[in-house]
Structure formats: structure tokens, C-alpha cells
């Protein structure tokens, strides 16, 4: 009877605390790791919009036709759940979808920047654009809190900033809390009933060797938990749009509607289904890490193909596969042998 009275909720309640404490650590690593990710995100789309800016600049184009371009290019977006802006050294917005922002001046004490590593280090978010700083982090205003990441221009007083709104992640947060927490009950209840039976079987063992036991137990769990938190924390936004030259203007174009990527003279070109043409100073390898690879196929060094896009295969030669696309590919698609089983289990998907 003491037995029952004294250690078993002495152990139950020594459960209890350590799978609460292992729940708000695997909770907090798996958020900050998402947010990680998305500043990672803004951090890769700032360099690549500055670097394409000052490509333009470098090309000839004047300050004013390239600033320009880059509103045109973001001109009439949402702004709801992420945009991209550019301001000058001095905090002035020069670029921004909305036109009514743009030439208003950050106040001094408008928002800071909060590390995701360390939120207790911050940065004067005017501060920042002043000093020119690539930077990013949490911003926290009065009616939302966004991801932001800052990234100059080479050779000018821009800087180009990356807005995501959190509260998109708020779904996400939620549900990857609930699985958690029904992960960590039904834990601590199998852990409770097998601890509560291993001691009425074994009331005659002493303290020291049941919590031998239960720590084993625990392990175990825990383990199990931490690799549903990996497999939790792999998912990872698909890239919906990507900025391409198409003449003398950066156009966004939008994945969903690309029917193949190639390859000719070093220029990566991008083919949409209205047959639009346009260029990218990405490598296919950048482009392809970027895309859903259920929808996009790397058929061969030169080109990546969308499922939709496929109009039909034929058999070419005895090994080897043609496959034709709607729009017509200016290059002749071949399925090599090494590549055939790969692209047939593929091809099957969709």
C-alpha cells in the first residue's frame, strides 16, 4: 500500500515534468528552426534581387530606369503574406507594391530587429538600413510581427528588404504544437501504465532499479519523439515565383506556369505554356533545388521538364526515350537509359 501511495506518484509526477520540459525544448527547436528557414529564404531572395539590380546598373541602365523596372516588377502584389521593397540610406521607401508608400520616412524608433538565435539582441530596424547592414530576424510592429531580412545593393544607396508575415506560420506552429502535445501524453500515459504495472509485478524490487527502468523507458521515447520532430521540421516552402529578364524589364514569373527550363550558350532560359521566353541568371542546378521535383523533371544537363508540359514519349532507338512537349522544346528531349526507370516511376506520379 505504501508502495502504491508514495512512489508511484512520486514517479508519475517526475514523468510528468520531464516530458513537459522535453516538450517546450523539442517545440521551441522545431519553430525556430521553420523561422530559420524562412529567413534563410528572405536572406536568398534579397541577394538574388540585389545582385540582379546591380547587374542592370552595371549594363548601363540608369538609377532611375532600374528603380523603375524593380516597381514595375512588384507594382499591385500582396502584400499579405510576404513582398519585397528597396529603400535609400536615409530610410526613405523608394520601391514598395503599394504606391502610397513609397517616398515616406521611417521614424527613428519605428521597429528593431530580434536575432531568432538570441531575441534578447537587437537592432534599430532604421539603424540597420542606415548603416546598410545585411541583416534579418523578427520585426515587430504594432499590429503584426513579420520576418524581415535586409540586403544592399553593390554600388548604391539601396537596400532591399524581404517582408514575410508571420501569422501565415501560425497554422503551421499550431498544428505541429498539437501533434507534439498528443505525442508527449500518449507517451507519458504508456510510460505511466507501464511503470505502474513493472512495480506491482516487481514490489519487491528495490527504488534504485525501477528508475533505472523508467530512465530506460524515457530514452527510448524520447528518441522516437526527436525523430518525429526531424521529420517535422524537413518541410520546406516550394519557391512560387522567381524574377526573370524578359527584354529590358524583370518580370516575376510564376512556377506554375513554366513548361520547361534549358540551357543554350551558358543563358538559362525559361518557357512558359503561352510560349513566353524569358532568361535567369540562375544555373538549372539552383533553379532545380527550388522546384516541386514531383512536377519538374532534370531530363539532362540542358533542360527541366513540367509534367504538364509533356505532350507525349516515343521509344528512340532501344534504350532511350523522346518525349515531346506542348509548347514545342527548341531542343531535342532524350530519356538516357541510366535515367529511364528513374523518369518512367516519375512520369507515372502525374
Known amino acids: 500500500m ?120 537587437e537592432i534599430n530596424f532604421k539603424k540597420a538600413i542606415i548603416e546598410k547592414k545585411a541583416t534579418g530576424g523578427l520585426r515587430e510592429l504594432k499590429k503584426y510581427t513579420e520576418i524581415v531580412y535586409l540586403n544592399p545593393v553593390k554600388n548604391t544607396n539601396w537596400i532591399v528588404a524581404s517582408h514575410a508575415n508571420v501569422e501565415k506560420f501560425r497554422t503551421i506552429f499550431s498544428n505541429l504544437k498539437e501533434k507534439l502535445s498528443l505525442i508527449f501524453i500518449l507517451v507519458w500515459l504508456s510510460s505511466s501504465l507501464l511503470i505502474y504495472f513493472v512495480l506491482q509485478f516487481m514490489n519487491s524490487i528495490n527504488l534504485k532499479k525501477i528508475g533505472e527502468i523508467n530512465r530506460d523507458t524515457g530514452k527510448q521515447y524520447f528518441n522516437e519523439l526527436k525523430t518525429i520532430s526531424k521529420t517535422l521540421d524537413k518541410k520546406e516552402e516550394i519557391t512560387k515565383r522567381v524574377l526573370a529578364d524578359k527584354g529590358n524589364q524583370l518580370t516575376p514569373v510564376f512556377i506554375n506556369n513554366i513548361a520547361f527550363i534549358f540551357t543554350e550558350n551558358k543563358i538559362t532560359y525559361i518557357i512558359e505554356y503561352n510560349n513566353e521566353k524569358s532568361s535567369i541568371n540562375l544555373t538549372l542546378d539552383e533553379l532545380f533545388k527550388s522546384l516541386n521535383q514531383n512536377t519538374f523533371y532534370r531530363a539532362s544537363r540542358q533542360i527541366i521538364v513540367s509534367a504538364k508540359a509533356i505532350d507525349k514519349i516515343q521509344k528512340y532507338g532501344t534504350t532511350q526515350l523522346k518525349v515531346f512537349t506542348n509548347p514545342i522544346s527548341p531542343i531535342d528531349i532524350i530519356i538516357s537509359k541510366a535515367k529511364l526507370t528513374e523518369f518512367k516511376k516519375w512520369a507515372g506520379k502525374n
Do not use: W
Open 2 to 121: 505504501k508502495l502504491k501511495t508514495i512512489i508511484l506518484p512520486s514517479i508519475l509526477l517526475i514523468l510528468a515534468l520531464m516530458y513537459y520540459y522535453s516538450f517546450n525544448y523539442v517545440y521551441s527547436s522545431a519553430t525556430n528552426d521553420l523561422l530559420n528557414q524562412q529567413i534563410e529564404n528572405s536572406k536568398n531572395q534579397t541577394i538574388l534581387i540585389s545582385k540582379m539590380l546591380s547587374e542592370r546598373l552595371s549594363s548601363g541602365y540608369s538609377k532611375s530606369q532600374v528603380r523603375e523596372e524593380f516597381q514595375k516588377s512588384i507594382e499591385n502584389m500582396s502584400i499579405e503574406n510576404s513582398f519585397v521593397c528597396m529603400f535609400d540610406s536615409t530610410g526613405r521607401e523608394i520601391c514598395h507594391p503599394n504606391q502610397q508608400k513609397i517616398g515616406k520616412m521611417l521614424s527613428e524608433n519605428n521597429s528593431v530587429i530580434k536575432f531568432i538565435s538570441n531575441q534578447k539582441a
